[in-house]
C-alpha cells in the first residue's frame, strides 16, 4: 500500500456494532477513490482495525462484499428513479425527463455505488441478486414508457421494452462520458442533463410520440 494510500486510509479502532455495515461502509470510500478492483478484504479490515480473518465471517471475499454493496445500490437507484417517475405527475413527460434527470444525478453523487453497480466484474455466483436488483430498477423506467407511449394508436406504438433499453442506454451512455473513471473525457459544452433531454425528446419525437411538456421539472 502507497505511502499516500495509508496516509488517506488510516486504521481506525472497532470495538462493537455491525461489521458487515462498517466494512461496506469502508469499502464504498476505497471503490469511490480506486475502483471496484482497488482494493482488498485485508485491507478494509486495516482500515476498520480488525483481524485480517474477520471480514470472512461475513463476505468470503471481496467479490461478495462487492455484491452486496451492488445490490444495495441498486435498491437506491430504485428508489431514486421511483421518486423521480412519482407516479407520471405533474404530467408523464416531464416526470420521465425526471427520471432521466435522477439517473445522472445518482450517478454524479454516488459514484462508489454507481460503480460497484455497473463496472465491478463478479462471478457467476454472485450475480443474481444483483440482477434481480437492477431489474427492479429498469422496472421503473419501463412502467414510465408504457405510460408514456399508452395514447399512442396500437399500430404506430413502439415495443415499450424497445424504448426503455434504448433510453436507459442513452442515459448510461451520457452518465460514463461525463464520469470520473473516462480516462479520454474532454470538456463539452452541455450539461450532462440537457444533453440526455435533447437526446430523448429527439428519439421521442422520431416515434411520432405526441408530448405534453418538455419543460424540466
Known amino acids: 500500500m502507497s505511502e499516500r494510500r495509508s496516509r488517506t486510509h488510516r486504521k481506525r479502532g472497532y470495538h462493537h456494532g455491525d461489521l458487515a455495515e462498517a466494512m461496506s461502509n469502508v469499502a464504498l470510500k476505497l471503490i469511490a477513490e480506486f475502483g471496484p478492483a482497488g482494493f482488498t478484504l485485508a485491507e478494509v479490515a486495516r482500515v476498520i482495525g480488525v483481524s485480517a480473518a474477520a471480514p470472512y465471517r461475513h463476505f468470503k471475499d471481496r467479490e461478495a462484499l462487492i455484491a452486496h454493496i451492488a445490490s444495495r445500490g441498486f435498491e437506491k437507484f430504485t428508489a431514486a428513479l421511483e421518486q423521480a417517475w412519482n407516479e407520471g405527475k405533474p404530467d408523464p413527460t416531464t416526470a420521465f425527463m425526471n427520471v432521466g434527470r435522477a439517473y445522472l444525478q445518482f450517478a454524479e453523487n454516488e459514484p462508489a455505488y454507481y460503480a460497484a453497480m455497473f463496472e465491478a466484474r463478479l462471478p457467476t455466483d454472485l450475480q443474481q441478486d444483483v440482477t434481480d436488483a437492477s431489474t427492479d430498477a429498469f422496472a421503473v423506467l419501463r412502467r414510465a414508457v408504457e405510460t408514456l407511449i399508452a395514447d399512442m394508436p396500437k399500430a404506430k406504438r413502439p415495443p415499450a421494452m424497445m424504448v426503455a433499453l434504448h433510453v436507459w442506454s442513452l ?47
Do not use: Q, T
Open 171 to 217: 442515459s448510461h451512455g451520457i452518465a460514463d462520458l461525463f464520469g470520473r473513471n473516462n480516462p479520454n473525457a474532454h470538456p463539452i459544452p452541455m450539461e450532462p442533463e440537457d444533453l440526455l433531454e435533447a437526446g430523448v425528446l429527439i428519439y421521442l419525437d422520431g416515434l411520432g410520440l405526441p408530448l405534453e411538456s418538455s419543460k424540466k421539472g
